[in-house]
């Protein structure tokens, strides 16, 4: 036996908590059990016709070469006049980079970003990846705790105090939120944006469910807003909203010097983003899909107000109307105390008993709460209704 392991930095990253429930969940199907899997969020819908023919043909036309480390010119451009007319950010072609999803996106700007022990301040509930993330670029992650009865929206004091305490060089933010479904208003959106500047540091915004936004709620960049630009790094694409989850693409954009400096890691250890998604992703960017877009919003309305309404009756469990993203972050803490347990068993009872996997609020640093991802048709989530309520009703 040789004494070699794997180094401490690796060691200290877990696996993704929403990976590992799905997967477990999938061997219990496998194994032939009826598993309702509420687990990872990945729209049920398929990649619209007109995107995944466009992967085809690339195929087709043998475009299936490397292209230019941060992607092609062709969707460079288009990235950024996606961003433009959606969200009203200007960027050039060049202050865009094409990468492997919003995890790969995350991953380059924190590279590009973060000096060896530099703190980054992460907003909790967290989506599960930005810790492991920041430690991976060598950073410390600092996560401010969940402010459940503000509607999970940090006031700009505590971030404030966080910064000053710290030194940060960075913050995560990521709204629309994973898990808990906040969005907040411009004026909230530009507090974050004045503590940063006037600790001059950058933010990092995960802009990935920017589309998905119910009860007229909006959408506002940190990089759009006064003193934003030049100290934000957006991270957005069509993963979530048009399934492209499979194809790996999104993109980064911000100050040309970080950029140019993603591009050179990008060049280092991917080379380039895959082609033939790519092509598919150009696609996405020309065409906007009207109708397609609806078809999905009204489809994750429905489901989410069928969530707040049925949850909502179970004895112990509240849930608050997400107003973005496809994610029921719902409050257990009652049934916890009652039962005696937390929320990893309140999962683990779940998918064991009942065989509904759902995510424990912990991997979110929100204990007390259970994510439902409602990016599932209706009949599992009324079968997932069906068993929470068994659950909850079983002595
Ligand atoms: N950010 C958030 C908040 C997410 O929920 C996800 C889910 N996968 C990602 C980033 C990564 O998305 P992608 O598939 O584009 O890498
Ligand atoms: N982002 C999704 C989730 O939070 C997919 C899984 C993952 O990449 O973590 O469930």
Not at 218 to 227: D, E, F, I, R
Not at 263 to 284: D, E, K, M
Not at 351 to 375: K, M, T, W
Request: charged residues 20%.
């Amino acid at each position: 036996m040789s004494g070699l392991v794997p180094n401490a930095r690796s060691r200290r990253i877990e696996e993704s908590a929403t990976l590992a429930i799905t997967a477990k969940a999938a061997k219990l199907k496998a194994a032939g059990l009826d598993v309702v899997s509420l687990g990872a969020g990945e729209p049920d819908f398929a990649t619209p016709g007109p995107i995944a023919t466009a992967g085809i043909r690339a195929i087709e036309q043998g475009n299936t070469r490397y292209t230019a480390a941060p992607g092609t010119p062709e969707l460079r451009a288009a990235g950024a006049k996606w961003l433009s007319d959606t969200f009203a950010l200007d960027y050039g072609a060049d202050e865009v980079m094409v990468t492997a999803g919003a995890k790969g996106a995350l991953h380059m700007a924190l590279d590009a970003i973060v000096e060896p022990g530099d703190a980054v301040l992460i907003l909790a509930p967290y989506w599960v990846s930005y810790p492991a993330l920041v430690t991976m670029a060598d950073g410390k992650p600092v996560v401010l705790p969940a402010v459940p009865d503000a509607g999970f929206v940090h006031d700009a004091a505590t971030i404030d105090a966080a910064f000053a305490r710290h030194r940060a060089r960075g913050i995560i933010v990521n709204f629309p939120n994973n898990p808990s479904g906040s969005v907040p208003t411009r004026a909230q959106v530009q507090a974050i944006v004045d503590v940063a500047k006037q600790h001059d540091a950058w933010i990092v915004s995960d802009e990935i469910y920017s589309t998905l936004l119910y009860d007229g709620a909006t959408h506002v960049s940190p990089a759009a807003l006064p003193g934003g630009r030049e100290r934000t790094i957006v991270v957005n694409g069509f993963t979530k909203s048009h399934t492209l989850t499979g194809w790996r693409t999104s993109f980064l954009a911000g100050p040309k010097a970080v950029v140019d400096a993603a591009c050179r890691i990008q060049s280092q250890v991917l080379g380039n983003p895959c082609t033939i998604s790519q092509a598919a992703t150009l696609a996405a960017c020309q065409q906007a899909l009207p109708e397609e877009q609806e078809r999905r919003m009204r489809a994750f309305d429905e489901r989410r107000r069928y969530l707040v309404t049925e949850i909502n009756r179970i004895p112990g469990m509240k849930l608050a109307a997400p107003r973005g993203a496809f994610y029921a972050l719902v409050d257990v803490r009652e049934l916890c105390r009652t039962r005696g347990l937390d929320d990893v068993a309140v999962c683990e009872q779940l998918l064991d008993r009942h065989h509904l996997a759902a995510v424990p609020g912990s991997a979110f640093a929100i204990p007390g709460f259970v994510r439902f991802s409602y990016a599932a048709a209706m009949d599992q989530l009324r079968a997932a209704v069906t068993r929470l309520r068994a659950f909850a009703e079983a002595k």
